[in-house]
């Protein structure tokens, strides 16, 4: 199998993502059931989603302000949009047609920047509805074909979904994951979704198509869909664009279709034949009327738009003089704001990403009860050379345990940086009590350094610092 | 002319008032019930025992001297595509077999709020398709003025039950006309309301964008009552216009007065020459008790039957694809979930329901939508511009309910087309969304109730019903 990331790919990857995001709000789209995920099956349901006959649909305002938020966030235009019908027959979907949003959806036109500079644009994000969920029984290893039997849980029908399409901008499987972690941070911070792709709250269909390498038409595109996680995501298309490029390759020809990623077998499989293929019959759906949010409702709604990743990556980059990697790493850990807090206290930002980074985010549960004055305390401390990085870091970790003032903490421990002095004298006893080993270290062998510097921090206590008594060594060694 | 059973107005008066009791009244109508239902068939479940408890409650709340509300005591029918917790509601089809809907319909919230009493589910064409009764899966109701002749329909168990006396009110459903060509073969009162100004939550659907439930009474002032008590806004249905329903009884004895009333001339033209000499009598009444009445053309409305015959059953093929077996009713099996699926609405349907579930996927279909459902959408736009134009110069129109008086069964159960030819002059309304009623108006050659129609623009209930209320003082 050809393998994509051997040496000048002789093909490029065009991939086009469907993200069905189910929107965080407390009830259903059009009734007033609860929309929670683990709840015993069929428990939350009423006639409207169950579609018994008689029912309406009445439209959730909190969905359509999710919605409008997800779209104001991806630089979408948000406009006066319709409900369809899809119809057609899947034992999950209750009317046998699911209401959605066709040729006139809410948002439309937006793009997605992603953390390395790229640009993916955003087609559409639509309202719809979710389908209920079958489970298939003995036999058919799950699917509904060649099952004994099969059982649906209602308790999914009706939850609210914005589902975002993008452009056919994607152009590796690095790309991809890296678009869905930022729409999928970006959903989040809208309030829209709790991102959580192993609930199926976000779910992931690809279009991945491949064609010659500088080419810049488009190719045959298959759909894979069951795609739960990132992993998934990058792996199947990989392996789905090197079977096209093999298929290609040999002569043969790609044939638009489903393919459902299998995990376990590492490979994509075909789904449901053309022969199958649907016609959706969409019309406009009679039991809706039309949606026209006016500019105060937009307005209001944007305005309510924490600030988002993009942002937060680039105050962070500026204030902190980091790059946009480490600077995407702390907004990801949602630290920046301790960060900046530090930062405007004029503690070096540097250091301070760096503690966030490595000492704080090791405990993230703690790193939200830290206090962001001791925080910004504690750096201000070793900034000015009171505490060594070694004492910085012990404090800092009692900080995310226990709490309380740096001083105190710092004072508690009998921490002082060593003064110059005391520190050269140190280095010089050391030198004098071992003279083999110095005549080892001046001969340039590195492996002894460890012995002095254990030796000075042992006489000092551990108030000395490593750096500083390696700095001094390296002096005592140049100047014979 | 005088109705031959008590009116709802008069029975509620007198229950509220103690002179009689609700459970009086309801064993009236049951022994007209019991007497007549064998041959006329205006019901699918008739309600003795509930409608008993209910009256008995009512009568305990009017001795503690509380004040159950406006239909007190009054019973009602429901055509059986309204939804009631705990009874079957069958759409008269084996597709819902079994079936016992977990909620009650808005409208039968509002009845149980105003003190009716349900007596029983009436007859219809299978899930409201049919002009005659006779698309039931249950067998076809007959009219009680001539037990050879149809009821009308879809709505032809409602009408008959008020005609027959088994019920003072009773509430319908009209798509195309069938509240109000029943009820002109019954001799009755049918109102098809503006679209929105009844809630349809729990009216099992048809076409969703023509269905509205309405009432059927004896008398002008019955339909009033009923229709003040079921009309108001419903948050549960988001096609419920907003705020409350304008007050109709209290400007029912307005008159006409300076009302401006516009004959149809493309509804009058065709009609049977005994219905239409009705329509100018009815005419010349108005003209008498001092409306402005003249000759108006709405040259599109002719196409109004092409279009709902495109529209309904469009939206008809996806309402009902939700009977496949899978949650309630009916489920025949098969060998897997598709054949179990056509195997249950092959045996489920009858054969009306199937001819429009596949005339309205066909005008759906992925290459047809523009030619068939895009078209009638755009026909239906012309036929609100004729009657926004008509209603410029006009405060009411009126026009023929049916083509015919009752026909007799089946005459033409052979020929749809025919068939559908019923609902003519009755289908306009719907596709414009606006009101329209019907009042028997004297009889045709067969001594048949003839039925006029009093349209107006939307909103327009009041002065419909004032329009209505002189002609049936005009009657001999």
Same mark, same amino acid.
């Given at each position: ?480 | ?187 009755? @009162? ?7 100004? @009844?809630?349809?939550? &729990? ?15 004896? !008398? @002008? ?21 907003? &705020? ?90 098969? !060998? ?89 002059? !009755? ?24 039925? @006029? ?24």
């Amino acid at each position: 199998m050809a393998d994509p990331e051997a040496g000048a790919r002789a093909y490029d990857i065009v991939v086009g993502l469907e993200v069905h995001c189910e929107l965080r709000t407390v009830t259903k789209l059009f009734c007033g059931c609860r929309n929670a995920f683990g709840d015993e099956p069929n428990t939350n349901v009423c006639p409207v989603c169950l579609g018994l006959p008689g029912s309406l649909p009445v439209l959730n305002r909190q969905a359509v302000e999710y919605a409008m938020a997800v779209g104001l966030a991806l630089s979408c235009e948000v406009r006066p949009s319709l409900f369809h019908r899809k119809n057609y027959f899947y034992p999950d979907m209750p009317k046998d047609y699911q209401v959605s949003q066709y040729d006139e959806p809410i948002n439309v036109d937006g793009h997605l920047d992603l953390p390395d500079g790229s640009v993916v644009g955003i087609e559409r994000a639509h309202m719809e509805e979710d389908t209920g969920k079958s489970s298939h029984v003995g036999g058919g290893g799950g699917r509904i074909h060649g099952a004994d039997h099969s059982l649906v849980d209602y308790n999914r029908a009706g939850v609210p979904l914005v589902e975002i399409v993008s452009r056919p901008d994607i152009r590796s499987s690095a790309q991809a994951v890296d678009y869905v972690r930022e729409l999928r941070a970006i959903l989040v911070t809208t309030g829209a979704s709790d991102g959580k792709m192993e609930e199926g709250s976000l779910r992931v269909d690809a279009n991945v198509s491949v064609r010659p390498a500088g080419s810049d038409t488009l190719g045959t595109r298959c759909e894979i869909k069951n795609l739960n996680s990132l992993r998934s995501l990058g792996r199947a298309i990989d392996h789905e664009a090197a079977r096209q490029w093999d298929l290609l390759d040999t002569g043969e020809r790609i044939v638009q279709e489903t393919r459902h990623w299998n995990e376990d077998l590492g490979r994509t499989v075909a789904g449901r034949s053309k022969e199958e293929a649907y016609d959706y019959r969409y019309f406009p759906e009679p039991d809706l009327v039309p949606l026209a949010p006016d500019d105060a409702w937009r307005d209001r709604v944007r305005a309510a738009i924490p600030m988002l990743p993009a942002a937060r990556r680039a105050r962070l980059c500026q204030a902190a003089g980091v790059d946009a990697a480490l600077a995407g790493t702390v907004v990801e850990l949602d630290l920046d704001t301790l960060v900046l807090a530090a930062i405007s206290a004029k503690a070096d930002g540097r250091r301070a990403v760096n503690r966030a980074v490595n000492e704080v985010a090791a405990d993230i549960d703690a790193a939200r009860r830290l206090d962001p004055a001791a925080f910004t305390k504690l750096l201000l401390l070793e900034d000015q050379g009171k505490l060594t990085a070694t004492q910085a870091k012990q404090v800092l970790a009692e900080l995310l345990t226990a709490g309380g003032d740096p001083v105190d903490i710092a004072a508690a421990r009998g921490f002082e940086a060593l003064g110059d002095d005391a520190l050269a004298g140190a280095v010089d006893a050391a030198i004098a009590s071992n003279p083999a080993e110095w005549e080892r270290f001046k001969g340039g062998d590195a492996k002894v350094t460890g012995f002095f510097v254990g030796l000075v921090m042992r006489a000092s206590g551990g108030k000395a610092d490593g750096k500083a008594v390696t700095a001094l060594l390296r002096e005592r060694a140049a100047a014979g | 002319m005088s109705a031959p059973f008590a009116t709802a107005v008069g029975t509620a008066a007198a229950v509220r008032l103690g002179e009689r009791t609700a459970r009086q009244v309801v064993e009236e109508v049951l022994a007209r019930v019991g007497v007549r239902e064998g041959e006329i068939h205006a019901f699918n479940t008739v309600l003795a025992g509930d409608a008993r408890a209910a009256a008995d409650a009512l009568d305990q709340r009017i001795a503690r001297g509380e004040d159950p509300g406006p239909l007190a005591g009054v019973p009602v029918a429901l055509k059986d595509n309204l939804c009631t917790r705990g009874v079957p509601t069958t759409c008269s089809s084996r597709i819902l077999e079994g079936w016992k809907p977990p909620y009650d319909a808005t409208v039968v919230e509002r009845l149980a709020g105003a003190g009716a009493v349900v007596v029983g589910k009436t007859n219809l064409d299978e899930f409201a398709m049919g002009s005659s009764t006779e698309n039931s899966a249950f067998g076809p109701t007959r009219n009680p003025l001539d037990t050879t002749r149809v009821p009308g329909g879809s709505s032809g168990g409602s009408a008959a039950a008020v005609a027959a006396g088994f019920a003072p009110l009773a509430l319908g459903s009209d798509t195309g006309g069938s509240i109000r060509q029943p009820a002109a073969f019954c001799g009755v @009162v049918g109102v098809k309301p503006t679209y929105g100004a @009844v809630s349809r939550y &729990g009216l099992v659907a048809f076409a969703s964008s023509l269905d509205q439930i309405g009432p059927f009474a004896a !008398t @002008v002032a019955d339909a009033a009552l009923l229709l003040e008590v079921i009309a108001g806004h419903d948050p549960m249905d988001s096609t419920s216009n907003p &705020g409350p329903a304008a007050p109709i009884s209290a400007r029912l004895g307005d008159g006409v007065e300076g009302l401006r009333v516009g004959i149809v001339r493309e509804l009058v033209k065709g009609v049977d020459a005994d219905v239409e000499a009705r329509v100018r009598e009815a005419a010349d009444a108005l003209a008498g008790a001092g409306a402005k009445v003249d000759e108006v053309s709405l040259p599109t409305v002719v196409h109004g039957l092409a279009a709902y015959y495109l529209i309904a059953p469009a939206e008809a093929s996806s309402n009902l694809a939700r009977y496949d077996g899978v949650r309630y009713g009916l489920r025949v099996d098969g !060998t897997d979930v598709a054949a179990m699926n056509a195997a249950t609405r092959g045996a489920g349907f009858g054969a009306e329901v199937k001819r429009r579930i596949m005339l309205g996927t066909y005008a759906l279909s992925a290459g047809y939508y523009d030619a068939y459902y895009g078209q009638a959408q755009r026909v239906r736009t012309l036929i609100i511009r004729d009657f926004d134009a008509a209603y410029e110069d006009f405060d009411v129109l009126v026009s023929p309910t049916a083509p015919t008086t009752a026909f007799t069964l089946g005459a033409k159960t052979s020929d749809p087309l025919a068939m559908y030819m019923s609902d003519v002059c !009755t289908i306009p309304s719907n596709l414009a969304g606006h009101p329209a009623m019907t009042l028997p108006y004297g009889t045709g050659d067969d001594g048949l109730p003839v039925g @006029v129609q009093v349209m107006a623009p939307a909103l327009g209930e009041p002065v419909m019903f004032r329009v209505a209320a002189v002609l049936e003082a005009s009657r001999g």
